[in-house]
Nanobody, 115 residues
């Protein structure tokens, strides 16, 4: 069983920054193919950050230039650095495989951005 544990969320004012972490553990602890999703009442869960097959980071248009995704091999995690946050970034953020059969979802981490 693969376990995904998201952390790092919180409340921040617009323009602030947060760093989210997705720790991967279990029978398949590799970080390949893990991306970040978000979901709020206004929209369906969407994939906001991932890597291409060739390893290039890909972001949804709304966050491009503000977010970065990287692997932390010390923690065995996939981290999401979020800068210049906007109120519309408010959501519960999850990590999971970016395609194919998903792992069991973690509990996510809440990000709240106030004006």
């Amino acid at each position: 069983q693969v376990q995904l544990v998201e952390s790092g969320g919180g409340s921040v004012q617009a323009g602030g920054s947060l760093r989210l972490s997705c720790e991967v553990s279990g029978s398949a602890s590799g970080l390949d193919g893990i991306g970040w999703y978000r979901q709020d009442p206004r929209r369906s869960r969407e994939l906001v950050a991932r890597w291409s097959i060739l390893g290039d980071p890909i972001f949804v248009e709304d966050v491009r230039g503000r977010f970065a995704i990287f692997k932390d091999h010390v923690k065995n995690s996939v981290d999401l650095q979020m800068n210049n946050l906007r109120p519309e970034d408010t959501a519960v953020y999850f990590c999971n495989r970016d395609s194919g059969v998903l792992y069991p979802w973690g509990r996510g981490t809440q990000v709240t951005v106030s004006s």
